[in-house]
């Protein structure tokens, strides 16, 4: 039905859809790091040349302060796959309402087609039945 309304009708009646700009977002996907792998932190500021293995006095602060890095990381990353997800969902809904005014209006257009060849086809008739009788 949608096929026929927005495609094949609307092309007849010279009409055209509006220009949607969905194209479909790359969904982010979160990956969550384990805890445990530590050695391989990128976000932490220790230079690889650093000796891990030597106790440091500083080493319990900066785990701290990696883990609550890493924790607001994984937030704006999962904040920011919701706004994307929201966006794609607003670009679906606006397509699906485009498509249904364009159907609307290619109905409308039938409608208007229909009205006016039954007006002509009537006030010609009156007249012909009004000049022959």
């Known amino acids: 039905m949608k096929h026929v309304f ?3 009708l609307a092309a007849c009646l010279c009409m055209q859809q509006s220009p949607s700009p969905s ?3 790359s969904l982010l996907k979160v990956i969550k790091r384990t805890s445990s792998d530590s050695t391989g932190d ?3 500021n220790i230079p690889d040349t650093v000796d891990k293995t030597t106790p440091d006095v500083s080493a319990p602060k900066n785990k701290t302060r990696d ?3 890493q924790d607001i990381l994984d937030h704006l990353a ?3 796959r919701y706004e994307e997800e ?3 969902e607003a670009d679906k809904e606006n397509e699906i309402k485009n498509d249904w005014l364009l159907a609307a209006a290619v109905l409308d257009r039938i409608c208007a087609i229909a009205f006016i060849i039954i007006i002509i086809c009537g006030t010609v008739a009156f007249f012909v039945r ?3 009788h």
Do not use: G, H, V
């Open 6 to 8: 927005c495609k094949r």
């Open 67 to 69: 883990k609550l890095l």
């Open 23 to 25: 194209p479909e977002p």
């Open 86 to 88: 929201q966006c794609y």
């Open 42 to 44: 990128s976000y932490s």
């Open 130 to 132: 009004l000049i022959t």
């Open 78 to 80: 999962a904040q920011r």
